[in-house]
């Protein structure tokens, strides 16, 4: 089985132009992100719209692909770059690797992830050497106990529901489940919730499906691409992590990494 770890990275961002390119003690973020992606797998690359990232890619030694800069997410850039790099999934127009139609794997790793740990990358590839019914997978960390009902209901923090299996039930901006009865500032207390992990892989040849799908109402509903999968009727395995990620959405973002940085020893 082979693993291809993909990094979406835009220059374009309504909240931080240019953040792929913002140094993170003394490195661009999207370096950090590359480094840590090349301790766990072989194959890295950074799928771009933009010749400002890929140049900034190649001048630290990483691999960087060129992709089209309408795609509506960044699994539709991932599944672009894994063309450009093997060739379509049939096989036909090989690129700078050989394919494997039913062994690839494409791991689609958040460009804004500079902390994302080597325990999360195994983690998740785990959940293909493990099995070979899992077609995605992703990781999801569970709220401490002392979480604020305001921390849960942060809709830019997506909770997930999981199946007895180990498969996502459900995704939502929103708290789920509702606990009724509870008093909300007590929920985190009384149940674990599971916060999403933007984290993702998925099998190339399901991958190559996935992106041709239409957005379904569930999607338009929560703006949570996922749903998309799970309306159609794909299994999402679901493997929880013990590691916190500092995501970067903002200059006031990169600051508190800045922080977090100085003080990990990640």
Known sequence: MRFIAIIPARYASTRFPGKPLALLGGKPIIQHVYERAKNVFAYVFVATDDERIRQAVEDFGGRAVMTRADHRSGTDR?????????????????????VTRIDDVVVNIQG???FIATEQLKTIQACFSESPDVEIATLVKAFPATATFGQLSNPNSPKVVVSNAGDAMYFSRSVIPFLRGVP???????HTFYKHIGLYAYRAITLAKLVQMRVG????????????????????KVRETQQETIGIDTPEDLKHAEDFLRTTSL
């Open 217 to 236: 109402q569930l999607e338009t509903s929560e703006s949570l691409e996922q749903l998309r999968w799970l309306q159609a009727g794909y299994r999402i």
């Open 184 to 190: 909300q500032e007590e929920w985190a207390r009384h």
């Open 112 to 114: 804004d992830e500079p």
């Open 78 to 98: 991932c599944f672009e770059a894994y063309q450009a790099v093997c060739g379509d999934v049939e096989g036909t127009h090989p690129g700078s690797l050989a």
